[in-house]
């Protein structure tokens, strides 16, 4: 029996991809091993977004060579690049996205004993994120065609999932035994725009809650000007879907998110924020900005700060404008200078830290309830409507009087609070 590692980079979508890709080889009599000395074929499942994951790819691939062992190497990378890799590095064989609905009949190649052909099977899927979570792809692809991204060249167009499908796989999860499912895509709040069955992202939630076995289900990547009244409003109503909004907005000024090729402008998005707190006095927020856009000016960048302090996000991810070859704003005039683009990133992480700290200081007192998802030393660790699984956000720390097993459900009374964790112990 040979046996197979896999190394998987890049986002969540990424990782669900990784596990289909587990699981068909394991339906097919490969032992899944974790230890990538032990395999006999190692898979690189890469991205390719911007400049530093492409380099992190490159390291990796490299790196799983030197095992001198066959290498895989499929995903982001391997789609966008798959012509450049093939010239220059030709010991590795290549499945890039296009051809997952034949990965069986490629991978057959690399092994000659595969006998049965195929693509990717949610049916085989295997479950990485732990017996109590996991994530729920809805959709492959984006339209949004924002001028600095690259997700359209690699991933498509936006393409919606069946309904049927996604709440088939969601019955095969609770009856597992998970209790969490995250949904997710590049632009989830688009769901359902390419069905002809009249489903969106609202109607999909309400079939997912009628699993009962799923007890916390949260959105992630939600495109900003297609929040509706009636998705605040179901968040704000039920007690499973948790108040967490993952809103990125990668800027707040009217004429960089024009050439960004973004909806909404600076109003909209002050009144969206207002809105949601209103209606969902507990809400998480969450974002992403992006520092360095061509024409920034740090006029711009005082005027993202000044918006981030009016909004106070829970959480804010920011990363340095990255120019990619084959987006638009790869032409752009007035590229801003790297050292200055760390600057400016500098300025904005140092805003948010002094946010996040007062921000999290008001949790000081509450009792959480959620999930044990791990153990640093002597301290469990829990994630509640508060975090999100992909490391974005911080930690909550906590002690217990007693043993616990992860994926156990738990009430948490926070008594301290840090710039970007929280700290407490475990009631009855």
Same mark, same amino acid.
């Given at each position: 029996?040979?046996?197979?590692?896999?190394?998987?980079?890049?986002?969540?979508?990424?990782?669900?991809?990784?596990?289909?890709?587990?699981?068909?080889?394991?339906?097919?009599?490969?032992?899944?091993?974790?230890?990538?000395?032990?395999?006999?074929?190692?898979?690189?499942?890469?991205?390719?977004?911007?400049?530093?994951?492409?380099?992190?790819?490159?390291?990796?691939?490299?790196?799983?060579?030197?095992?001198?062992?066959?290498?895989? =190497?499929?995903?982001?990378?391997?789609?966008? &690049?798959?012509?450049? @890799? *093939?010239?220059?590095?030709?010991? %590795? !064989? #290549?499945?890039?996205?296009?051809?997952?609905?034949?990965?069986?009949?490629?991978?057959?190649?690399?092994?000659?004993?595969?006998?049965?052909?195929?693509?990717?099977?949610?049916?085989?899927?295997?479950?990485?994120?732990?017996?109590?979570?996991?994530?729920?792809?809805?959709?492959?692809?984006?339209?949004?065609?924002?001028?600095?991204?690259?997700?359209?060249?690699?991933?498509?167009?936006?393409?919606?999932?069946?309904?049927?499908?996604?709440?088939?796989?969601?019955?095969?999860?609770?009856?597992?035994?998970?209790?969490?499912?995250? =949904?997710?895509?590049?632009?989830?709040?688009? &769901?359902?725009?390419? @069905? *002809?069955?009249?489903?969106?992202? %609202? !109607? #999909?939630?309400?079939?997912?809650?009628?699993?009962?076995?799923?007890?916390?289900?949260?959105?992630?990547?939600?495109?900003?000007?297609?929040?509706?009244?009636?998705?605040?409003?179901?968040?704000?109503?039920?007690?499973?879907?948790?108040?967490?909004?993952?809103?990125?907005?990668?800027?707040?000024?009217?004429?960089?998110?024009?050439?960004?090729?973004?909806?909404?402008?600076?109003?909209?998005?002050?009144?969206?924020?207002?809105?949601?707190?209103?209606?969902?006095?507990?809400?998480?927020?969450?974002?992403?900005?992006?520092?360095?856009?061509?024409?920034?000016?740090?006029?711009?960048?005082?005027?993202?700060?000044?918006?981030?302090?009016?909004?106070?996000?829970?959480?804010?991810?920011?990363?340095?404008?990255?120019?990619?070859?084959?987006?638009?704003?790869?032409?752009?005039?007035?590229?801003?200078?790297?050292?200055?683009?760390?600057?400016?990133?500098?300025?904005?992480?140092?805003?948010?830290?002094?946010?996040?700290?007062?921000?999290?200081?008001?949790?000081?007192?509450?009792?959480?309830?959620?999930?044990?998802?791990?153990?640093?030393?002597?301290?469990?660790?829990?994630?509640?409507?508060?975090?999100?699984?992909?490391?974005?956000?911080?930690?909550?720390?906590?002690?217990?009087?007693?043993?616990?097993?992860?994926?156990?459900?738990?009430?948490?009374?926070?008594?301290?609070?840090?710039?970007?964790?929280?700290?407490?112990?475990?009631?009855?």
């Amino acid at each position: 029996m040979l046996k197979i590692g896999l190394v998987s980079l890049g986002c969540a979508k990424n990782l669900v991809d990784s596990e289909n890709i587990l699981g068909l080889l394991k339906h097919d009599g490969y032992q899944i091993v974790s230890s990538i000395g032990e395999s006999d074929i190692i898979i690189v499942n890469t991205c390719g977004f911007i400049t530093s994951s492409k380099r992190e790819s490159i390291d990796t691939i490299f790196e799983m060579l030197s095992y001198g062992k066959k290498v895989v =190497v499929t995903g982001c990378l391997a789609e966008r &690049y798959e012509k450049e @890799l *093939k010239e220059e590095i030709p010991e %590795v !064989s #290549l499945i890039p996205i296009h051809d997952y609905q034949k990965f069986n009949e490629l991978f057959a190649k690399v092994d000659k004993e595969l006998h049965e052909k195929g693509g990717l099977n949610d049916n085989y899927r295997l479950i990485s994120t732990g017996h109590y979570s996991a994530y729920l792809k809805i959709g492959e692809g984006c339209d949004n065609c924002c001028t600095y991204c690259a997700i359209p060249l690699i991933r498509g167009h936006f393409v919606s999932r069946p309904y049927d499908e996604i709440i088939k796989e969601a019955h095969v999860l609770a009856d597992s035994g998970i209790k969490e499912i995250i =949904v997710l895509e590049q632009d989830t709040t688009k &769901y359902g725009i390419d @069905l *002809k069955d009249g489903n969106n992202i %609202v !109607s #999909l939630l309400k079939g997912l809650l009628e699993i009962k076995k799923l007890e916390y289900i949260r959105l992630l990547y939600l495109y900003p000007d297609e929040i509706s009244d009636e998705l605040i409003d179901l968040i704000s109503k039920e007690e499973r879907l948790t108040p967490y909004f993952d809103i990125p907005i990668q800027h707040s000024e009217d004429h960089i998110l024009k050439d960004m090729n973004r909806r909404g402008d600076r109003n909209f998005l002050l009144n969206l924020f207002k809105k949601i707190k209103d209606k969902v006095p507990n809400a998480i927020l969450r974002t992403t900005v992006m520092v360095g856009f061509p024409g920034e000016s740090e006029i711009d960048v005082d005027n993202l700060i000044s918006f981030m302090k009016e909004v106070e996000f829970d959480h804010l991810g920011a990363f340095t404008y990255s120019r990619e070859e084959g987006t638009r704003s790869y032409d752009f005039k007035n590229q801003i200078d790297e050292e200055v683009k760390k600057k400016r990133l500098e300025r904005v992480m140092k805003t948010q830290q002094s946010i996040s700290y007062k921000k999290n200081k008001k949790h000081i007192g509450e009792i959480m309830e959620g999930l044990v998802v791990g153990k640093e030393k002597d301290q469990y660790l829990l994630r509640s409507y508060w975090n999100a699984p992909d490391d974005v956000d911080g930690k909550i720390y906590f002690t217990s009087f007693k043993e616990l097993k992860e994926g156990e459900k738990v009430k948490v009374l926070i008594e301290n609070a840090f710039v970007y964790d929280l700290m407490g112990k475990l009631i009855n």
